[in-house]
T-cell receptor, first 110, second 114 residues
Framework: RKEVEQDPGPFNVPEGATVAFNCTYS??????FFWYRQDCRKEPKLLMS???SGNEDGRFTAQLNRASQYISLLIRDSKLSDSATYLC???????????FGKGTMLLVSP | DGGITQSPKYLFRKEGQNVTLSCEQN?????MYWYRQDPGQGLRLIYY???????QKGDIAEGYSVSREKKESFPLTVTSAQKNPTAFYLC?????????????FGDGTRLSIL
């Protein structure tokens, strides 16, 4: 089983839709979690950290389920500009490297 | 502006040639990383450094070399031993190695073979 797994998509949604992605991780010692956004041919950019109690930033909500070992990202009221690949990232205490998922592609259409 | 600067943006390599990709950061971050991304693929770790004058191999270090003589700089050399160097190279830094610290990326260098 891969350390971090994501559905590659693409997820095709109309503007205004709500869409959710999941990311599963295999190592129960994983400690911190992030969502990054990567536009085509650009560098990844930090979207948000994921906290144990869940957290929200505008239209974006991140959740962590440690029992089932997954994190989720919910996007409400999708905009055309949300079209991108969303990368799930996991770290472990005592490790200086991060593990990136391969990403989920989102395409928002008019 | 504080950030991570990679140069050049585009680079072409001839057969048998070594090329060096530059990465400079003014964020005062301790840790720096190099990744490679192939089309439609995830990021793969080449090398990383947690402190000046020290660095560790990542998952795909063969054919690459690095140095960390200054905190701000972490250049990557793609040697002639790397037979398939065409990729998007990303440099990242992180303020520390605590697990709750995210990475921040430069805008990348695209390397192609002539």
């Amino acid at each position: 089983r891969k350390e971090v797994e994501q559905d590659p998509g693409p997820f095709n949604v109309p503007e205004g839709a709500t869409v959710a992605f999941n990311c599963t991780y295999s190592n129960s010692a994983s400690q911190s979690f992030f969502w990054y956004r990567q536009d085509c041919r650009k560098e990844p950019k930090l979207l948000m950290s994921v906290y144990s109690s869940g957290n929200e930033d505008g239209r974006f909500t991140a959740q962590l389920n440690r029992a089932s070992q997954y994190i989720s990202l919910l996007i409400r009221d999708s905009k055309l500009s949300d079209s991108a690949t969303y990368l799930c990232v996991v770290t472990r205490s005592g490790y200086s490297t991060l593990t990136f998922g391969k990403g989920t592609m989102l395409l928002v259409s008019p | 502006d504080g950030g991570i600067t990679q140069s050049p943006k585009y680079l072409f390599r001839k057969e048998g040639q070594n090329v060096t990709l530059s990465c400079e950061q003014n964020l005062n971050h301790d840790a720096m990383y190099w990744y490679r991304q192939d089309p439609g693929q995830g990021l793969r770790l080449i090398y990383y450094s947690q402190i000046v004058n020290d660095f560790q191999k990542g998952d795909i270090a063969e054919g690459y070399s690095v140095s960390r003589e200054k905190k701000e700089s972490f250049p990557l050399t793609v040697t002639s031993a790397q037979k398939n160097p065409t990729a998007f190279y990303l440099c990242a830094s992180r303020s520390g190695t605590l697990s709750n610290q995210p990475q921040h990326f430069g805008d990348g260098t695209r390397l192609s073979i002539l």
